[in-house]
C-alpha cells in the first residue's frame, strides 16, 4: 500500500511539473486594452493609453502614436510607432522613405526576416541605434499593395523593446489595409 501511495504522489508530481512547464501564453495583446483607428486607407488597433495625431490626404497618410512617457519625455524614453500609406511613385519608395526615416540615427546591427500583416508578407528590419545617450531599437514592417507602400515604424527608447513587443502586436496583428 504504501508504495501505491509514491507512485500516486510521484506521478502527479509529474503531471503538475509537465503541465506548468508545457503551459505557453501567445495571446498576450488581447489582455491589452485598445482604441481602433480607421481613416486615411488604414485601420488598426493600438493601446488605449497611447497619444495619436494623423495627417491624412489623398495620396499621404501618416500616424503617430505613443505612450504617456514617450510624450512626456519628448522621445528621450518610451515607446512610439509611426504609420504611414504613401502612393508609390517613381520618386517614392520604399527605401527612400526608410533612408528618410533613419537618416540621422546612428544605426547598427540591422536584421531582416519577413512577417505577415493581414495575410500580406511584409519585410521586418530591426535596428539598434545610440545618439547622445540615447539607445533604441528601430523596427520596420513595410509591404507594397495596390500601388501604395505601406510602413510601420516602431520605435524603443531607452527601454527593454523585448518586453514592448506586446504593444507592438496590438498594431501589426491588427493592422488592415483599407
Known amino acids: ?47 488605449d493609453t497611447w497619444n495619436l495625431t494623423s495627417s491624412v490626404n489623398a495620396n499621404k497618410t501618416i500616424i503617430t502614436i505613443s505612450d504617456p512617457e514617450f510624450t512626456g519625455n519628448n522621445g528621450t524614453s518610451g515607446d512610439a ?19 528618410s526615416l533613419l537618416k540621422n540615427l546612428n544605426q547598427t546591427n540591422g536584421t531582416s526576416t519577413t512577417r505577415t500583416v493581414n495575410g500580406i508578407t511584409a519585410n521586418e528590419s530591426t535596428y539598434n541605434t545610440q545618439t547622445n545617450n540615447t539607445t533604441a531599437q528601430i523596427k520596420f514592417v513595410d509591404f507594397e499593395k495596390d500601388n501604395f507602400i505601406y510602413l510601420i515604424m516602431l520605435a524603443t527608447v531607452n527601454k527593454d523593446a523585448q518586453s514592448q513587443q506586446k504593444y507592438y502586436d496590438v498594431v501589426i496583428n491588427s493592422f488592415k489595409p483599407q
Open 1 to 47: 500500500m504504501r508504495k501505491y501511495y509514491i507512485f500516486a504522489i510521484a506521478l502527479v508530481a509529474l503531471v503538475v511539473f509537465v503541465s506548468g512547464c508545457a503551459y505557453q501564453n501567445t495571446n498576450q495583446t488581447s489582455q491589452i486594452p485598445t482604441k481602433t483607428y480607421a481613416a486615411g486607407g488604414v485601420s488598426f488597433e493600438y493601446p
Open 81 to 99: 510607432a509611426i504609420v504611414v500609406r504613401v502612393a508609390k511613385t517613381g520618386n517614392m519608395t520604399m527605401d527612400s522613405i526608410k533612408s
